[in-house]
């Protein structure tokens, strides 16, 4: 069975600051990997996937995350905080043969003004 | 394009009502997901329809029917509101009618409140 962890379920940066969301999967497979963004009372949008063509995968709005193999990871990062950066921010993956999106528990990411 | 869109927005019950929950999307897709999102538990698969005609079980199904009416909508019934229901619904969609791999797009989500 596949699964994802989030590590922190609450995450405080400063504007300008560095951003740095951690994400673990397990999957007997090699897996597809995405990272949705929610904003507060609207839906999930994707932000970016990984589905095997380039271990760095550059998403929207200047974040992007690293697919490490050996350490079952994919953090998403950001190089300088934006109050409009303030959300909630979901790791999910998928695996070939397997219909589901499995969700880790989110990580609320609040910037310091 | 609306993506995809939910209704009712907004909906409180009382224990042991039933309800619908309506979900459209405008995409052309052939798989729709229906979820809810609880505090601290990320959003969980209720049901999916990978294609017009077939529906499966995802994670939490108990308490929840769906019919996949035509192509463009998915509906999900409570037929005996518990409070444990309590949550937001969202719906999604995606283009394949095997999902691995598929971008979701999501609605603006339902919160359902049940007395």
């Known amino acids: 069975a596949q699964s994802v962890t989030q590590l922190g379920s609450h995450v405080s940066v400063s504007e300008g600051a560095l951003v740095l969301l951690r994400c673990n999967y397990s999957?007997?497979?090699?897996?597809?990997l995405f990272w949705y963004v929610q904003y507060p009372n609207q839906g999930l949008q994707l932000l970016l996937k990984y589905t095997s063509a380039a271990t760095l995968v550059k998403g929207i709005n200047g974040f992007e995350a690293e697919f490490k193999k050996s350490e079952t990871s994919f953090h998403l990062t950001k190089p300088s905080a934006h109050m409009s950066d303030a959300a909630e921010y979901f790791c999910a993956v998928s695996r070939f043969g397997n219909e589901k999106l499995t969700f880790g528990t989110g990580t609320r990411l609040t910037i310091i003004p | 394009n609306a993506g995809v869109t939910q209704t009712p927005k907004f909906q409180v019950l009382k224990t042991g009502q039933s309800m619908t929950l309506q979900c459209a999307q405008d995409m052309n897709h052939n798989s729709m997901y229906w979820y809810r999102q609880d505090p601290g538990m990320g959003l969980r698969l209720i049901y999916y329809s990978a294609s017009e005609g077939t529906t499966d079980k995802g994670e939490v199904p108990n308490g929840y029917n769906v019919s996949r009416l035509n192509k463009r909508e998915f509906s999900l019934r409570l037929e005996s509101a518990a409070p444990s229901q309590t949550s937001v619904y969202f719906c999604a969609s995606s283009v394949g009618t095997r999902g691995w791999g598929d971008t979701q797009y999501f609605g603006p989500g339902t919160r359902l409140t049940v007395l």
């Open positions: 999957s007997s497979v090699p897996p597809y």
